[in-house]
């Protein structure tokens, strides 16, 4: 497995911006497609979005299109989530996640149990 450490978090008012950091270390000499996804209090975790191993297909959940952009540098192992115009409603733990299939990280994946690795998880609250 990948290890996937994430930063960037914090608090920030509505309509600001933040950008998160997911790093990976250890088993990175494959491909994967990453995802971002967030738990906020009482719910269940949901996916944000997802980024193929060569950036050529993104997908993001309706509620974040048009504010959130998911981007990655293979050289640098690490996967971006640049976060415009926030919400009190984008408060939540997010995650990132490399998928668990080893099929060169070309396919687009959205469902918890399509990833095998992930980050311990970065706090980001919107204050209204």
């Known amino acids: 497995q990948v290890r996937l450490v994430e930063s960037g978090g914090g608090l920030v008012q509505a309509g600001g911006s933040l950008r998160l950091s997911c790093t990976a270390s250890g088993r990175t000499g494959r491909r994967y497609t990453m995802g971002w996804f967030r738990q906020a209090p009482g719910k269940e975790r949901e996916f944000v979005a997802v980024i193929t191993w060569g950036g050529m297909a993104r997908h993001y959940a309706d509620s974040v299109k048009g504010r959130f952009t998911i981007s990655r540098d293979n050289a640098k192992n690490t996967v971006y989530l640049q976060m415009n115009s926030l919400k009190p409603e984008d408060t939540a733990v997010y995650y990132c996640?490399?998928?668990?299939?080893?099929?060169?990280?070309?396919?687009?994946?959205?469902?918890?149990?399509?990833?095998?690795?992930w980050g311990q998880g970065t706090q980001v609250t919107v204050s209204s």
């Open positions: 996640a490399a998928d668990k299939f080893d099929n060169g990280g070309s396919f687009i994946y959205t469902h918890n149990a399509d990833f095998g690795s």
